[in-house]
T-cell receptor, first 112, second 119 residues
């Protein structure tokens, strides 16, 4: 499984756009990029997944350059409730049985 | 979205006793579930893959005799921490895969976690 590297922590203010970049230099051809969010004392929650270019849903956008060696999670207009740990994961194999290996994650602190 | 529950949410037990944690997928059948543990301010560490009707697959360094996993039905997996010791105190989280999600979906549904404290 490809190793991911992301900033340990980030600070932002309410209403700002937050971009969290993840490096995955050894990503394989079959790998998808997935982001999860975790609040304290809760299980993680799936945010978004992508393979290339741009993916957008009601929560976030995911930008993936052509070489796919990195990806950027974009959270528009964050609020205090977006304070959480964000994990970038790269998975391979059968998605229905593929295990997820979590890296250190990025702790996002949103300030008023 | 899909719901995965865990029971209990918190448990305190004495050293040497065993504790069972249940993980249930409430609105879909999960042939595969995963168990993680998480220490304070640390990331999740995958412990094992729980397969319905077969033996669990443990990650390297996880004692299978210590952490017994049973996946007897398509909606229930259990993790039993046997002869618990204070160092087993942790946050245990399960996740389940919905097989109807599609071949390239990495969306897993996580339970709310179980806080185990061994005194």
């Amino acid at each position: 499984l490809a190793k991911t590297t992301q900033p340990i922590s980030m600070d932002s203010y309410e209403g700002q756009e937050v971009n969290i970049t993840c490096s995955h230099n050894n990503i394989a051809t079959n790998d998808y990029i997935t982001w999860y969010q975790q609040f304290p004392s809760q299980g993680p929650r799936f945010i978004i997944q992508g393979y290339k270019t741009k993916v957008t849903n009601e929560v976030a956008s995911l930008f993936i350059p052509a070489d796919r060696k990195s990806s950027t999670l974009s959270l528009p207009r964050v609020s205090l409730s977006d304070t959480a740990v964000y994990y970038c994961l790269v998975g391979v194999g059968s998605s229905n049985t593929g295990k997820l290996i979590f890296g250190q994650g990025t702790t996002l602190q949103v300030k008023p | 979205g899909a719901v995965v529950s865990q029971h209990p949410s918190r448990v305190i037990c004495k050293s040497g006793t065993s504790v069972k944690i249940e993980c249930r997928s409430l609105d879909f059948q999960a042939t595969t579930m995963f168990w993680y543990r998480q220490f304070p301010k640390k990331s999740l560490m995958l412990m094992a893959t729980s397969n319905e009707g077969s033996k669990a697959t443990y990650e390297q360094g996880v004692e299978k005799d210590k952490f017994l996993i049973n996946h007897a039905s398509l909606t229930l997996s259990t993790l039993t921490v046997t002869s618990a010791h204070p160092e087993d105190s942790s946050f245990y989280i399960c996740s389940a895969v919905n097989p109807d999600r599609g071949s390239h979906s990495y969306e897993q549904y996580f339970g709310p976690g179980t806080r185990l404290t061994v005194t």
